[in-house]
Nanobody
Framework: VQLQAFGGGLVQAGGSLRLSCAASGRPFSWYAMGWFRQAPGKEREFVANILWSGETTYYADSVKGRFTISRDNAKNAVYLQMNSLKPEDTAVYYC??????????????????WGQGTLVTVSS
């Protein structure tokens, strides 16, 4: 599976962005999908994930109520709607795919495929 994340950019605090991750290769619906982020000087951290059906999702406490993960298996895409953005949300955001992901989990391991990342910068 090849993953490509896009949609990042510069936004003011309180604003919104929608990230997209396009998948190609093996059947997209086989995979649970996750969004992760890595801020400068910090380790990569979990943001949200979603099972293959789209019915089960899980969020990091830091984004719960502000971010929404969704997927469209017909379009081979997963999305991350980010609202009420804060400067601490600034990071490179990555999407990932894994067949053996059991939700809830915040682990960064277990995902077989990773996208290249898209930069989100939130100004104060």
């Amino acid at each position: 599976v090849q993953l490509q994340a896009f949609g990042g950019g510069l936004v003011q605090a309180g604003g919104s962005l929608r990230l997209s991750c396009a998948a190609s290769g093996r059947p997209f619906s086989w995979y649970a999908m996750g969004w992760f982020r890595q801020a400068p000087g910090k380790e990569r951290e979990f943001v949200a994930n979603i099972l293959w059906s789209g019915e089960t999702t899980y969020y990091a406490d830091s984004v719960k109520g502000r971010f929404t993960i969704s997927r469209d298996n017909a379009k081979n895409a997963v999305y991350l709607q980010m609202n009420s953005l804060k400067p601490e949300d600034t990071a490179v955001y990555y999407c990932a795919a894994g067949r053996r992901i059991v939700i809830p989990t915040t682990a960064t391991t277990g995902y077989e495929y990773w996208g290249q990342g898209t930069l989100v910068t939130v100004s104060s």
